[in-house]
T-cell receptor
Framework: TQLLEQSPQFLSIQEGENLTVYCNSS?????LQWYRQEPGEGPVLLVT?????EVKKLKRLTFQFGDARKDSSLHITAAQPGDTGLYLCAGVVMDDMRFGAGTRLTVKP | EADIYQTPRYLVIGTGKKITLECSQT?????MYWYQQDPGMELHLIHYSYGVNSTEKGDLSSESTVSRIRTEHFPLTLESARPSHTSQYLC????????????FGAGSRLTVL
């Protein structure tokens, strides 16, 4: 059983569409991170959220940390082909970090 | 521009061979990690180090070993590779702090025939 469940596992959309991916757990995290991994590369940090209910925006990406600090969502507005990649969430408890299996996003032009 | 380098990027070898995956970082980070990544699976931590001469096993059992003789270098060795070792291996590093922010290398894809 994975500590962090990410959904959907795969998502294929057209350029310009909006989408939301989710990261859920029954555990409480001191912080949660989102990474994006492009083919042939390692994951790259997008954002860290620390406070329950926190919302962070990074251009067309909006990240939200759940009030209870057990879940998070990533919303992309007007997706572009450059957003294609594997989106990984990672929850941190003390010094222990656990990753989800990721959502593989494909944005078709 | 990568600050953490992994070599080789791709490796295909036969069963029973000894292999070493290299990882070097130029950021002066004390903490370094090796993760194993397989399709549809969460990243699994197989080894980590908090500094020179410090190495620990992660949550995923692994037959590999690591060493940390220099701050910037964290190689992973498999004494006798098997097909079950076929995977993507990711090296990462981070600074000390309240929140672990990992910088990853591009990965080494190992295929054992």
């Amino acid at each position: 059983t994975q500590l962090l469940e990410q959904s959907p596992q795969f998502l294929s959309i057209q350029e310009g569409e909006n989408l939301t991916v989710y990261c859920n757990s029954s555990s409480v995290f001191s912080s949660l991170q989102w990474y994006r991994q492009e083919p042939g590369e390692g994951p790259v940090l997008l954002v860290t959220v620390v406070t329950g209910g926190e919302v962070k925006k990074l251009k067309r990406l909006t990240f939200q940390f759940g009030d209870a600090r057990k879940d998070s969502s990533l919303h992309i507005t007007a997706a572009q082909p450059g957003d294609t990649g594997l989106y990984l969430c990672a929850g941190v408890v003390m010094d222990d970090m656990r990753f989800g299996a990721g959502t593989r996003l494909t944005v078709k032009p | 521009e990568a600050d953490i380098y992994q070599t080789p990027r791709y490796l295909v070898i036969g069963t029973g061979k000894k292999i070493t995956l290299e990882c070097s970082q130029t950021m002066g980070h004390d903490k370094m990690y090796w993760y194993q990544q397989d399709p549809g699976m969460e990243l699994h931590l197989i080894h980590y180090s908090y500094g020179v001469n410090s190495t620990e096993k992660g949550d995923l059992s692994s037959e590999s070993t690591v060493s940390r003789i220099r701050t910037e270098h964290f190689p992973l060795t498999l004494e006798s590779a098997r097909p079950s070792h076929t995977s993507q291996y990711l090296c990462a590093s981070s600074e000390w702090g309240m929140v672990n922010v990992l910088t990853f290398g591009a990965g080494s894809r190992l295929t054992v025939l």
